[in-house]
């Protein structure tokens, strides 16, 4: 697995827990963390992403 797709699995999977945070901050639950923690996957994977990308050049 390069790691291209190692950030689109990171950037896929903070998505998923970016929305359920959301959902969970509107409707009752402990919603906040699993939102932060969502928005922490796609900064990472989005970083290793354009990493991967200017190393390629």
């Given at each position: 697995?390069?790691?291209s797709s190692?950030?689109?699995v990171l950037m896929s999977a903070g998505a998923v827990a970016a929305v359920a945070g959301a959902l969970m901050y509107v409707?009752?639950?402990p919603g906040l963390p699993a939102l932060v923690a969502g928005l922490a996957l796609m900064?990472?994977?989005a970083a290793v992403r354009i990493t991967d990308g200017r190393a390629n050049r």
């Open positions: 697995m390069n790691h190692i950030g689109v409707l009752p639950g900064a990472a994977g």
